[in-house]
């Protein structure tokens, strides 16, 4: 058997399904309005007893109007919010191919582990004593992420990648400050990088000078060392990169920036395809974040808050956000203030969050690296870098792969194999949504023109990536065979056609008003 061309699976769906129903419905998936527009003026959830007569001593304070809530019944309410989670493609339902996202399936046993009151039931203002064993949870993450990034201090309070860049720049900017270099303003970031980098380095104060690829997807070298000069005060670099390649010379390009006076910042959100076997702190690394809700499986934007752990080199330790834990006579305990750090000799860049960071994200992924243990951790980036290499490898004649060779955790490809189809890789990715597949990662990395960026992970059974390679062979094929309507028409399956995405985008409709009569009826 060979995976793309096992077509046999690829199965006709009836033709021209009308699309008119009586109430919008299409079969048992329902057209949802807004709480808001299901108003049943009258209707409660609850019974409450009438309410005791009180003189209302609220003044002018007092409430005037009808509050602007919609009156609902609990099953309503319920079907409501039940339906539109079905609406949701989500790791659960599908392959999510989502390049650069780390879509890894999260472990039950995690969400476990999170639900056990003594962890669920935490609140960040108990007193110290009754939360030691919280407190040696997320010690016991940092332990683990100091060891598999041999980088001896991790600041944990982070909420995501981005916010993890932002605390890892804060921390160079505050190490320059410290000794007086304000002349090193400029930032080296690649052309590939994710949009996040130069906008977090933006936000430092900094500015941002681009390096080119040289060719293959990766730094160009000669092109870096040409631009480092007294005035650069980090580079920030993905490695794997973008295109999911790894950055091979990563460790000269960490001496030459070093020697240069400045700071090596690496972009951890691809950590997934070297965990358990590349040390971040042998590269020369000083600074990193990680992407808890990727590589530790943690649930990604609605599933659930992320957490950008940022580990930091000895030289900008001193520098590290509160809170941190410190073990102090009894047990443990937080530094949570400007001068008990100043005591120990700290500076800290300040707080960046309320309280302590995302704890539920904490009991999780300390679930995922302990059940995996160091041999299984290995084992999961040997595993997404071997699907990617079997996606690559079984579309690479009917797509264009980007740049030759093997890829790490992701694989690249590009528009050229949709050259004068009247295709586009935006049009790719709704005919995929028909196919029930969530789509890859589009145009990004913005140095590939028309890129696919395909993630599958190391999770998705041999089965599922099969699956993806046939759904996605079959649509190459029927774009270079003329069947162009498949795509532009697509997606024809889904609750909504084709939107306007670049004007829900610039213009999104966030808020609901009440059509004009009935605003005058509660007036
Ligand atoms: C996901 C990602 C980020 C940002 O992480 P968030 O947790 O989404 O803020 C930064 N860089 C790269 C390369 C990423 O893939």
Not at 128 to 147: D, K, M, N, P, Y
Not at 203 to 208: A, D, L, R, V
Not at 366 to 374: E, I, K, P, R, V
């Amino acid at each position: 058997m060979t995976h793309s061309t096992d077509l046999a699976r690829v199965r006709a769906v009836p033709e021209a399904v009308p699309l008119a129903s009586v109430n919008g419905h299409r079969g048992l998936a329902h057209e949802e309005p807004l709480l808001f527009e299901r108003d049943n003026p009258g209707a409660v959830g609850v019974d409450l007893p009438p309410a005791p007569k009180v003189t209302p001593r609220l003044g002018t304070v007092a409430r005037r109007g009808p509050i602007g809530l919609p009156s609902l019944s609990e099953p309503d309410v319920v079907r409501h919010y039940t339906r539109l989670s079905r609406q949701n493609a989500a790791i659960d339902t599908n392959t999510y191919p989502l390049g650069s996202c780390t879509m890894k399936h999260n472990p039950r046993l995690n969400e476990r582990l999170a639900r056990l009151p003594g962890l669920a039931g935490l609140h960040p203002l108990q007193p110290v004593s009754t939360v030691q064993g919280a407190l040696e949870l997320i010690e016991e993450v940092a332990r683990w992420l100091r060891e598999l990034t041999g980088i001896p201090v991790v600041a944990m309070s982070p909420g995501a990648g981005a916010h993890g860049e932002l605390c890892g720049m804060m921390t160079i900017r505050a190490a320059l400050d410290a000794c007086g270099d304000a002349a090193r303003r400029r930032v080296l970031v690649p052309e590939s990088a994710h949009g996040t980098n130069p906008a977090t380095a933006a936000m430092c104060g900094f500015t941002i000078d681009p390096v080119p690829d040289d060719g293959t997807g990766r730094v160009d070298l000669a092109a870096f060392v040409a631009k480092l000069g007294p005035d650069v005060a980090a580079v920030m670099i993905t490695n794997p990169n973008t295109c999911g390649l790894y950055e091979t010379d990563i460790a000269e390009l960490g001496r030459k920036v070093h020697a240069a006076g400045g700071y090596l910042y690496c972009d951890g959100a691809n950590f997934n395809a070297i965990v358990g076997r590349v040390r971040p702190g042998d590269l020369g690394i000083d600074c990193m974040h990680l992407n808890l809700h990727k590589t530790f499986s943690t649930p990604h934007g609605g599933g659930g808050p992320g957490a950008g752990p940022v580990v930091l080199s000895a030289a900008l330790a001193e520098f590290a956000p509160l809170p941190w834990i410190v073990a102090d006579g009894e047990g443990l305990r937080l530094v949570e203030h400007a001068g008990d750090a100043a005591a120990r000799g700290h500076h800290p860049i300040g707080r960046l969050k309320g309280f302590h960071g995302q704890m539920g994200m904490f009991v999780r992924a300390l679930a995922y690296m302990l059940s995996h243990g160091g041999d299984g951790l290995r084992q999961v980036s040997g595993d997404a870098v071997l699907s990617a290499n079997y996606v690559r490898a079984a579309l690479m004649d009917r797509m264009t792969v980007a740049f030759p060779g093997t890829c790490m955790h992701e694989c690249l490809f590009d528009d050229r194999f949709l050259a004068g189809t009247g295709v586009t890789t935006l049009d790719f990715a709704k005919a995929m949504i028909d196919e029930g597949i969530h789509p890859m990662t589009m145009y990004f990395p913005l140095i590939v023109h028309g890129a696919f960026l395909v993630e599958p992970t190391e999770t998705e059974s041999k089965a599922a990536l099969d699956e993806l390679i046939a759904v996605m062979a079959d649509l190459a094929d029927a774009a270079k065979a003329g069947d162009t309507a498949r795509f532009t028409e697509a997606p024809r399956h889904a609750p909504r056609r084709r939107l306007d995405e670049t004007t829900a985008a610039r213009r999104p409709v966030l808020r609901w008003t009440p059509p004009a009569d009935t605003a005058q009826a509660a007036e």
